[in-house]
């Protein structure tokens, strides 16, 4: 299930988080703070006041990814630009333990289907690094089609690093939804 960030989260999300620092830390944006810092459980109510700020604002989709009533993982949709654009670019994570399930296809194909049917956008972004090889497979999963390779493009893990983009509009979809296109659903273990 996907479902909007809580206070309460606070715990699960800073442990989880804690347990998957190498995990985790190779693919998210560069920062001055340690991990242990950026990711303690004092980090998330401002994380979260940031999130709905950003949702009230209309720029972002904050979401936290639930699995047997579990927080597992976040999707965040972010860079909402409306008007003659109406695109935004999407990211995830999950935890390790629950890796290998098609937890993040099911997320993407949900967040993919939201942001076309709810939020009226017409296009939907995932950068991805190239050497990314299981978040690459998530997109192939869903059938993104692959628009480009942006040189430098986003500050990761203490530098500027090549991404692969991949894109979706909504007339591909034609009139289905993108959760359709995943041939089974993530069992509960
Ligand atoms: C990328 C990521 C979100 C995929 O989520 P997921 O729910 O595991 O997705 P899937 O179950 O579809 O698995 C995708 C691929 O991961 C690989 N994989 C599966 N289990 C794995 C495990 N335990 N450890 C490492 N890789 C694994 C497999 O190659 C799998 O492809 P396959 O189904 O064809 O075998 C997850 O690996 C993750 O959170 N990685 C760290 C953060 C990250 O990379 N975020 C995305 C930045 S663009």
Same mark, same amino acid.
């Given at each position: 299930?996907?479902?909007?960030?809580?206070?309460?989260?606070?715990?699960?999300?800073?442990?989880?988080?804690?347990?998957?620092?190498?995990?985790?830390?190779?693919?998210?944006?560069?920062?001055?703070?340690?991990?242990?810092? /950026?990711?303690? !459980?004092?980090?998330? @109510?401002?994380?979260?006041?940031? &999130? =709905?700020?950003?949702?009230?604002? #209309?720029?972002?989709?904050?979401?936290?990814?639930?699995?047997?009533?579990?927080?597992?993982?976040?999707?965040?949709?972010?860079?909402?630009?409306?008007?003659?654009?109406?695109?935004?670019?999407?990211?995830?994570?999950?935890?390790?333990?629950?890796?290998?399930?098609?937890?993040?296809?099911?997320?993407?194909?949900?967040?993919?289907?939201?942001?076309?049917?709810?939020?009226?956008?017409? /296009?939907?972004? !995932?950068?991805?690094? @190239?050497?990314?090889?299981?978040? &690459? =497979?998530?997109?192939?999963?869903? #059938?993104?089609?692959?628009?480009?390779?942006?040189?430098?493009?986003?500050?990761?893990?203490?530098?500027?690093?090549?991404?692969?983009?991949?894109?979706?509009?909504?007339?591909?979809?034609?009139?289905?939804?993108?959760?359709?296109?995943?041939?089974?659903?993530?069992?509960?273990?």
């Amino acid at each position: 299930m996907l479902r909007s960030p809580r206070l309460r989260d606070g715990r699960a999300w800073s442990e989880i988080r804690l347990r998957n620092e190498i995990w985790l830390n190779k693919w998210e944006p560069s920062s001055p703070h340690s991990w242990a810092e /950026r990711n303690a !459980v004092t980090a998330w @109510p401002p994380l979260v006041s940031a &999130l =709905r700020k950003a949702g009230r604002a #209309g720029t972002m989709v904050p979401f936290v990814i639930t699995y047997g009533g579990r927080l597992v993982g976040q999707v965040n949709v972010s860079n909402v630009v409306h008007g003659v654009l109406r695109s935004c670019t999407v990211g995830y994570w999950v935890d390790r333990a629950v890796a290998g399930r098609g937890i993040v296809p099911t997320a993407l194909a949900l967040t993919i289907d939201h942001c076309f049917a709810g939020v009226g956008l017409h /296009r939907v972004e !995932v950068d991805i690094r @190239p050497e990314n090889s299981a978040s &690459l =497979r998530v997109v192939e999963k869903l #059938g993104l089609r692959r628009e480009g390779y942006y040189e430098r493009f986003l500050d990761i893990d203490g530098g500027w690093r090549d991404h692969i983009a991949f894109a979706v509009t909504v007339e591909e979809l034609r009139g289905a939804t993108m959760l359709s296109r995943l041939p089974s659903l993530p069992q509960l273990a």
